[in-house]
């Protein structure tokens, strides 16, 4: 199983159109830090999200919160029956928790050059983590993904906190976007081609 974790993602839509394909993939979904929208049911429904019962998803206060439960990578929950399901939150309420810039500031740590496995050259206890920025010196197509791996994306407006690009560099990779006339690509359709581009390396599709 494949992990998506988005860092303070701001725009329902964005997030809902992400939640979507972790649905139909059977990703897991983590959501990282203060939110831009409640995930009450009324919020969920008056957003149209109405598959929120077959999205696997976890929420995480701090950054640091999120490497503890990816560290223990929890094995794959059951198929969820039809109509079923719930969301799991971690100590946060409706409106989402105010993370400080404490909490978010992460120490520096020694990652390894791609590819990258538990165990490896990066030692043991090493995240199997890949960032996602646009841009990125590092085409996606680069990265070697595994079963248990997680792409994490930052927030629309801010992307990845300087201190978890400066931290996982050596793990950072982006879309290539051939002409230079845009900015950055929508979150969502980031997403998507990462996501189906490792599932089709990892399922042989």
């Not at 794959?76 to 939150?89: N, Q």
């Not at 050059?113 to 590092?138: D, K, N």
């Not at 990265?143 to 248990?148: L, P, S, T, V």
């Amino acid at each position: 199983m494949l992990h998506v974790a988005l860092w303070e993602p701001e725009i329902p839509p964005n997030t809902g159109n992400v939640a979507r394909l972790c649905a139909a993939t059977g990703t897991r979904l983590h959501l990282i830090g203060r939110l831009g929208f409640r995930l009450d049911d009324r919020s969920l429904r008056r957003a149209g999200i109405d598959y929120w019962h077959a999205v696997d998803v976890v929420t995480h206060v701090t950054f640091a919160d999120f490497e503890a439960a990816l560290r223990r990578q929890p094995t794959p929950p059951a198929p969820l029956p039809k109509g079923k399901g719930e969301i799991r939150l971690a100590a946060l309420d409706e409106q989402g928790a105010d993370s400080s810039d404490a909490e978010r500031s992460e120490a520096s740590a020694s990652v390894s050059p791609l590819p990258f496995r538990e165990g490896g050259p990066g030692g043991v206890g090493c995240l199997p983590l890949w960032c996602i920025e646009t841009p990125a010196a590092v085409p996606y197509t680069r990265a070697e993904f595994a079963d248990g791996d997680c792409l994490l994306f930052g927030s629309e407006s801010s992307g990845l906190p300087p201190s978890v690009r400066e931290r996982f560099a050596e793990r950072t990779v982006g879309v290539p976007m051939p002409t230079g006339a845009v900015r950055s690509l929508n979150l969502a359709t980031t997403v998507g081609i990462v996501l189906y581009d490792a599932l089709r390396r990892l399922h042989g599709w």
